[in-house]
Structures are given as C-alpha cells and as structure tokens.
C-alpha cells in the first residue's frame, strides 16, 4: 500500500533524496529529487525497481532484501509526487519495458 510505501521510504531513502523526495545537491554525495522535479519519472518502474533493489552509482541497495510488494509500496509512494502528464508518460514507459 502507499501507507507501507511511506514507511520504507522514510525509514530507508527520505535520510538521502529528503522526506518530500526534494533530493539533495551535496557536493559529497549527490541524491537526485525523486518528487517529479527531476528526472525520476522519466524511468520505468523495472528500472527504478532495480535501482532500490541494486543500487545504482553511489547509491547503495537500500531494498536489497525487500519483497516486490514492498518496492511497489515505494513506487506507489513516489508516484503520488507526480504530475498527470509525468504519471502518464511514466506508466507508458513501464508498458513499454517491463
């Protein structure tokens, strides 16, 4: 649910891309904005699933041990940020690649 995605996402991302998923530009350690502002919605969700399954960069593998309900928590999470036009054009991408 987007309650549970709240929780991981506070409890495991908000400390890098912020509790509003506004990002960070630290020069030590860069967190791209995750809230629409950005570039995050341009991804499929397989992408950004295996990014939080992964990591990616600097970024660690924050839901290594996370089930697919729990990273599609923090999908739905995020997702609220967006605007239509992004919403719309990113499920379009996921449709596209699985």
């Known amino acids: 649910t987007v309650e ?8 495991n991302c908000a400390t890098c891309h912020d509790q509003d998923g506004e990002g960070y530009a630290r020069a030590d350690y860069p967190a791209p904005a995750l809230n629409g502002s950005m570039h995050a919605w341009h991804h499929p969700d397989s ?35 967006w605007e239509p036009e992004q ?5 379009e991408a996921s449709r596209q690649d699985p």
């Open 4 to 11: 549970d995605g709240e929780v991981l996402f506070q409890a």
């Open 47 to 81: 992408q950004i699933a295996d990014i939080v399954r992964n990591g990616f960069g600097q970024m660690p593998a924050a839901g290594a041990g996370w089930t697919e309900d729990d990273i599609n928590a923090v999908l739905a999470y995020i997702k609220q940020w």
């Open 87 to 91: 919403l719309a054009y990113q499920t």
